[in-house]
């Protein structure tokens, strides 16, 4: 069975899909296709990436798995295509497509494991109803931030972002800069907007007033830039973190290290005046 596309994919989506359903149901391993993450939004633009998932017969999944990039290459023009490890999800074929140039991620799931997910995709192609039948059994969340997990950690995370910019290692300080905002600043901002708290995606689109104030934690090469923007992440680190209860805030820890930041302030200060 296969479904109607909405009116509003961008033709270059549109095209490739279409040509995938033509060539997808002769495969009598898989039991269906489904659309994932922005398509599921219906605000996919030019520069959307197209993701969806390839639910193969369970005992065929092996074979699918080991013959993935052949099948890859029956969709399209592949100009390159490489496994997920790097992001957690091995199951996952990252692909380039040229004609036109479009990036498609490619999940291989076995039918039997289509109930555990994140979200719920639009099916595109089904044989025999197998697909729906098979998601109907779960029901897909995505992982919201557990902030308790994260005020477990954030001021220790704060003081060793504060001793790299104290030794100079600068660049190691503007990643973990950025590891704060993708892990704490971004999917905290997300989820207080009721938007999936994936790092810091389409924040600007979600909640624009945050997205003006996180520019002030993306700094230059320099000392007392990255403490501005580190001293920044704490200051809204605290404005998010008032949806837990303050019997649960390391009120000891956070005081250490804000005052650890001033100190290295200090520092920063002594010696450009040396």
């Not at 961008?10 to 296709?33: N, T």
């Not at 109930?115 to 719920?120: F, G, M, T, Y």
């Amino acid at each position: 069975m296969k479904i109607p596309l909405p009116p509003a994919l961008p033709i270059p989506h549109r095209q490739f899909i279409s040509r995938m359903l033509e060539v997808i149901p002769h495969d009598d391993r898989i039991a269906g296709v489904a659309a994932a993450g922005s398509y599921l939004s219906g605000v996919m633009d030019e520069f959307s990436d197209l993701d969806l998932v390839i639910a193969t017969m369970p005992d065929r999944h092996d074979d699918v798995m080991r013959d993935r990039h052949n099948i890859a290459g029956k969709l399209g023009e592949l100009l390159a295509a490489f496994t997920g490890e790097h992001v957690g999800e091995p199951r996952l074929l990252i692909c380039l497509y040229d004609a036109p140039l479009l990036h498609v991620d490619l999940k291989f799931v076995a039918l039997s494991d289509a109930h555990i997910r994140v979200e719920e995709p639009a099916v595109l192609w089904e044989r025999e109803g197998k697909l729906s039948a098979a998601l109907a059994t779960g029901k897909g969340q995505y992982p919201q931030p557990d902030i308790e997990w994260i005020e477990a950690r954030f001021w220790t995370w704060i003081h060793y972002g504060a001793g790299k910019i104290g030794r100079g290692e600068l660049f190691e300080a503007i990643d973990f800069i950025a590891y704060l905002r993708t892990t704490v600043l971004g999917p905290l901002a997300l989820s207080r907007a009721g938007a999936r708290p994936q790092g810091v995606r389409r924040l600007e689109m979600h909640d624009r007033a945050f997205a003006d104030s996180l520019t002030e934690t993306v700094s230059s090469y320099d000392a007392a830039a990255c403490l501005r923007a580190l001293k920044a992440c704490a200051r809204l680190y605290l404005e998010l973190r008032q949806t837990i209860p303050a019997g649960t805030w390391n009120k000891r820890a956070e005081a250490a290290a804000i005052s650890y930041l001033d100190e290295i302030e200090d520092r920063i200060q002594a010696r450009r005046l040396s």
